[in-house]
């Protein structure tokens, strides 16, 4: 089972991408996309340093998603007002260092991406010597908050989705 | 543009105020590039266009189609979805970058608290 299917999740994904860009529920697309959903994960696989992602707990990772998406909204109010209100040299921008325990490349991953999309926020390295985050951030006004904010709105929910065995498990079995 | 006319009042004006406010989330993007002094504040500005505006564009799209059409049209979700995953990695390759030219190019539109901060980070990663 997991040869031909190395990772379910892409392959619901790939089925669903396929039926919706072709807009179509005909029994032909269902075939045509059950292909490519077979396929392509098994072709890619060499292709990924680190095996797929075993997401352990799918509602954690809705759950999630559906935080950082009212955040981006959120966000994007803030920063709107302060590109529009505020003195450009007013703005307080600073990097942070963020201390990490998050460790699979997987989570890294995703939350590099959750933190790039919510604006305000950008990603600029994980310092490799102590595993810190450096985050630069649009308008600081606690760094103490900010910490707080990432570690336990987005860095635990992460270490959640992707718990325990996906890190020893993945060599092993992939 | 016949099938404009036959939208009902209602999708018309979901259609309407999604494109308007989706145009001037994506204008404020833009109007932050041109406002911000430094790099680092600039690299946020478009953020804001990505998120909210390409997503209340979309949904704008959908709605009208789906309307027109009277069928479900949702694969504009596609888009938003490309989007999302795309433009992040973007805005990572293009700030490290900056970081890692700053130091040597001692780029005058940095300001001097980012180069201190940047030097140290360029240190840490010359090991």
Same mark, same amino acid.
């Given at each position: ?62 759950? @999630? ?67 810190? @985050? ?41 | 543009?016949?099938?404009i006319d036959t939208l009902p009042w209602w999708a018309a004006v979901t259609v309407a ?14 109007v932050g590039l041109l406002r911000l002094q430094t790099f680092y504040q600039r690299i ?84």
């Amino acid at each position: 089972m997991r040869r031909w299917f190395p990772s379910p999740m892409l392959s619901i994904g790939l089925l669903l991408m396929w039926l919706m860009l072709n807009q179509s529920l005909a029994l032909a697309h269902w075939l045509l996309g059950g292909v490519l959903a077979i396929v392509a994960p098994v072709l890619a696989r060499p292709l990924q340093p680190h095996g797929y992602a075993r997401i352990a707990r799918p509602l954690a990772l809705v759950r @999630l998603l559906w935080m950082s998406t009212i955040e981006i909204v959120r966000s994007c109010f803030n920063v709107s007002q302060i590109i529009l209100f505020r003195r450009a040299d007013g703005v307080n921008s600073q990097f942070i260092r963020i201390p990490l325990d998050l460790h699979s490349p997987h989570g890294l991953a995703l939350l590099s991406c959750l933190i790039n999309m919510t604006p305000g926020t950008v990603w600029v390295d994980l310092l490799p010597d102590r595993h810190e @985050l450096l985050l630069h951030v649009f308008d600081l006004h606690d760094e103490r908050w900010w910490v707080e904010t990432i570690k336990t709105r987005y860095e635990r929910p992460i270490i959640e989705v992707f718990e325990a065995p996906a890190a020893p498990g993945q060599g092993g079995k992939a | 543009m016949n099938a404009i006319d036959t939208l009902p009042w209602w999708a018309a004006v979901t259609v309407a105020f999604l494109l308007v406010l989706g145009g001037l989330i994506t204008l404020l993007g833009t109007v932050g590039l041109l406002r911000l002094q430094t790099f680092y504040q600039r690299i946020h500005g478009p953020a804001i266009t990505i998120t909210l505006g390409t997503g209340c564009i979309l949904i704008a799209s959908m709605v009208y189609f789906t309307v027109i059409q009277s069928r479900p049209v949702i694969h504009e979700i596609l888009i938003g979805a490309f989007v999302l995953m795309t433009a992040p990695v973007v805005s990572m390759l293009i700030m490290r970058a900056a970081i890692y030219r700053a130091p040597r190019t001692g780029d005058a539109a940095l300001t001097a608290r980012d180069t201190t901060q940047t030097q140290g980070l360029s240190d840490d990663q010359d090991r």
